[in-house]
């Protein structure tokens, strides 16, 4: 932190934000929408997965009574993340309402940048800060995507370790939730710059034939998987930290 920087709480934190993106974003950050209530990150993911459901067959999913799932996604479908229409009714229900399913809604998703090309090509300083927020909001986007979907992992990795005294138990758990297919796993590679460029070629082809096998198919959350892709520029990292640190000597 620089002399004479104040240190920021979360209110602060949020309210910066605001004004920082302000220009960049014609709505609310996606992030900060789906942080309103603790449910939604899951109810958004399961809707990700399954399509359409209705509120009883959510709250089966994320074990919580159907007055508060119905509160969450009322809330959810104002704030633009769902949609939802009304089932048609059946004959023989008489008065009965039949009830609403909610979807993903597909219009509010994350903006569609220019290319890398394309914005060393600007040269209108106004234009390429607001493009430079909203890749910044993007990143963020990400980073917050990833460490929710990894610490899903964590409440099965209590279980599991409050469980070992009794080793039956634990054996029953990890046989069916952490071993074979459903054992998690992470790889972390390290490349030098003339080898990156090689794994970027591999990686595209890698990717196309990924893409087109996550399109061929239809996904429940009582089958899905997550790969996770990331690669991070640590030189450029810790290039810019020590010029920093320079800086404030």
Partial sequence: MLKGDKKLNYKDEQKSRQIIY???????????????HKLRYEIWMILKLDNELNVTQISHRVK???????????????????????AKKKK????????KFYRINEEYRIETLPSMDQIKQIEDPNELQKLYKSKIKNYRNYIYNYHKLLDLLSPLLNVFED???????????FERYLSD??????????FNHEHFKEFLDIR?????KLEKLARDQK????????????SLPLKAIFELKKEMFLKRE
Avoid at 22 to 36: F, G, M, P, R, S
């Fill in 22 to 36: 302000k220009d960049a974003i014609t709505e609310e950050d996606w992030v900060q929408l789906i942080d309103k």
């Fill in 163 to 173: 469980q070992l005294d009794d080793i039956d138990r634990a054996k029953e758990i």
């Fill in 181 to 190: 297919e459903n054992e998690p796993w992470f790889t972390i590679l390290f």
């Fill in 92 to 99: 023989g229900e008489g008065e009965k309402i039949p009830p």
């Fill in 204 to 208: 595209l082809e890698y990717l196309l």
């Fill in 64 to 86: 919580q009574s159907k007055s508060t799932v119905s509160r969450v996604m009322i809330q959810m479908e104002k704030d633009g993340l769902i949609k939802s229409r009304r």
């Fill in 219 to 230: 996904l429940k959350t009582d089958n899905a998987f997550v790969f996770i892709d990331a």
